[in-house]
């Protein structure tokens, strides 16, 4: 017995030499045993044989091959393999022949993992911090530039890469927990090996690999498993209505049509609207979803059957080999919305705790909502979509902490979008943010006034949604969208000869430490409050730029929360409040801790806001 074991060892070791020398490229290179859609399509591709000639056979009792596509290119063929209630993790050697030529490929298929809590979706209980992974920190200066990337560091340009990486994200994760948030999203972090600006890491050149200038793909899952440990989750960023121009199938599609192709080039229209508009134009339709995003992105098509499949899996084998909790997709309406549904769906049945926010950048919100699952839509579209980015409430929160207060103007404005939920079906479910890095930051749109500043986050920590923070908003730091760069800066102190170091307390100024201080107090104390994740919230028309609102629960459990938009101290009479009040005397102020035993009249002092809660 023992010899026969160490035969097929050294013959599985001698297939697994040949077979991984062979292809220019299997994708997925590896599957696993246990989902419920019980098929996977696996792409070969070599660069030098005509694989359309060769016949493959899977030599395996319990996995079938139920079928073999060839395309026009001959280079490609992609096997469909089933798999049966009896297959078990192992590897099954896939023999390709061409008369006396063969091939063999052993496919592996691994077991799931065990472990309950590793894939956690995220909710309404989470804050999440964006990290743009160049800018961040650079933990190894070793990856900053690597042959075969078309770009290496020049961190004195603002559209080149700085050299910042997963090792930096990593390092720092005890500062990413100790500001209280619970959830990292990084903008993607997949290869980018574009010849210009590949830094944001929106024009993916392979979808199985991460960028090596942020780190292996052993990296990021090491960077997710520390996270988890230190109760940490991950939001992946994913791009699927386009890749990037050097992308390696682009350098040799299996079928043309894997991409939509103009005569000449031919731009998105970007007008997100056009693809729920009752009265829209087929023309204007198809410019939105199938024109090219930039010149350097080429627009994917998702009604080609096997680049539709390939993207499905794709998604749910990162969730499966990394462990991440959630994903926020990019540019949500340009690729087939019916594609969409049937994308997000496959991952919803396989993962029914994750969660998936889409991007769908519009003030609009009928064009918002209409791409949250269980909107009423005019054309019975349903999206699979749990979550959605909340961009008119960010424009509500910048033009109330910037106007003067009226019937409908300054705080009004929180108001009258909040008022609005009703489009939403599940408002709570929406991600909510001052800035992220496609807009001017915070602290910029707040005229660096840390009142207003101040102001707008506990807004955001307090009201009905996912709570979204960019990174070193913490640190007030500054910029101007229509300088585009300069809202994507490095964090001092992330990169070796900083002079300054702002992960660090000595490192920050006074006013720095103040709005972190201020931002942690809140953030910590949001982690343990239910009635902020998931109870009820009740708001009253504002008096006088004042907004008053409440977080309330079955249990009794009830959140005051009162913001006061004037430039003068105002005296705040309850009377008005006491459906929501009543049977409270006392209140405990959550950012100072001090106690209120009178709650009949309160004093707002000028520009500030309270967060009471009530005993
Ligand atoms: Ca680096």
Do not use: C
Not at 91 to 105: A, E, L, M, R, W
Not at 249 to 270: A, C, G, I
Not at 375 to 392: E, K, M, R, T, W
Request: proline share 5%.
């Amino acid at each position: 017995m023992r010899r026969i074991s160490i035969v097929s060892v050294f013959l599985l070791i001698q297939i697994l030499a040949q077979g991984q020398n062979t292809f220019t490229r299997v994708e997925p290179a590896f599957w696993w045993v246990g989902f419920s859609n019980p098929e996977v399509e696996v792409l070969f591709y070599h660069k030098d044989l005509n694989l359309s000639a060769y016949q493959p056979r899977v030599q395996s009792e319990t996995v079938k091959l139920k079928r073999v596509t060839r395309t026009e290119n001959p280079r490609y063929v992609f096997l469909t393999l089933q798999l049966t209630a009896a297959t078990q993790p192992g590897v099954v050697p896939i023999v390709f022949t061409d008369g006396k030529k063969s091939i063999t490929y052993s496919y592996q298929f691994k077991e799931r993992s065990s472990d309950k809590n590793r894939i956690q979706g995220f909710s309404a209980a989470d804050v999440l911090y964006l990290i743009m992974p160049d800018r961040f920190a650079n933990g190894d200066v070793k990856n900053d530039s690597l042959p075969g990337f078309y770009q290496g560091v020049h961190r004195d340009q603002p559209f080149g890469r700085h050299g910042g990486d997963l090792k930096g994200i990593s390092d720092h994760l005890d500062y990413i927990k100790d500001l209280g948030v619970t959830g990292i999203w990084l903008n993607p972090i997949l290869e980018n090996n574009q010849k210009r600006e590949s830094y944001h890491g929106y024009a993916i050149t392979d979808l199985y690999q991460v960028d090596q200038r942020f780190g292996s793909n052993e990296d990021y899952v090491a960077l997710i498993n520390k996270g988890h440990s230190m109760g940490i989750k991950m939001i992946q960023d994913m791009v699927i209505n386009h890749i990037g121009n050097e992308h390696w199938l682009m350098k040799d599609l299996p079928e043309k049509d894997w991409v939509h192709q103009f005569p000449t080039f031919t731009r998105s229209n970007y007008r997100s609207e056009a693809v729920s508009d009752p009265y829209r134009s087929t023309q204007d339709l198809t410019l939105m979803t199938d024109g090219w995003f930039d010149n350097t992105m080429p627009d994917v098509n998702q009604n080609n059957p096997l680049f539709a499949t390939y993207l499905i899996q794709n998604a749910i084998w990162w969730i499966e080999y990394a462990g991440i909790d959630g994903i926020r997709m990019d540019t949500y309406p340009y690729p087939d919305k019916d594609f969409m549904a049937r994308w997000a769906k496959a991952i919803l049945t396989e993962y029914p705790q994750f969660n998936i926010v889409g991007e769908v950048l519009m003030n609009a919100k009928p064009v918002i909502s209409y791409w949250q699952q269980g909107a009423f839509n005019h054309d019975g579209y349903q999206s699979n979509l749990p979550s959605v980015i909340d961009f008119p409430l960010t424009n509500a929160i910048n033009a109330a902490l910037n106007e003067k207060g009226s019937w409908d103007t300054g705080l009004s404005k929180l108001y009258m979008t909040l008022s609005h939920d009703f489009i939403y079906p599940n408002a709570n479910g929406n991600v909510t943010f001052v800035d992220n890095h496609d807009m001017s930051r915070y602290y910029h749109n707040v005229g660096r006034d840390m009142n207003k500043f101040k102001m707008g986050l506990t807004f955001l920590l307090t009201t009905r949604g996912i709570p979204q923070l960019y990174y070193g908003t913490e640190l007030l730091m500054d910029g101007d969208y229509s300088i585009h760069p300069t809202v994507r800066r490095d964090v001092p102190g992330g990169w070796r000869d900083d002079k300054e170091n702002n992960f660090i307390r000595a490192g920050r100024t006074k006013d720095q430490n103040e709005a972190y201080d201020f931002m942690k107090k809140l953030l910590d104390w949001r982690k343990s409050k239910p009635v902020i994740h998931s109870g009820k919230l009740m708001h009253f028309i504002p008096h006088d730029n004042v907004y008053v609102y409440f977080r309330y629960s079955e249990n009794g459990e009830t959140v005051m929360v009162v913001l006061n938009g004037n430039d003068k101290p105002m005296e705040l009479k309850t009377d008005r409040f006491r459906e929501v009040i009543r049977g409270k005397s006392s209140a405990k102020d959550v950012i100072n801790d001090a106690i209120i035993n009178n709650l009949s009249s309160l004093q707002i002092p000028a520009n500030a806001s309270l967060v009471l809660e009530l005993k």
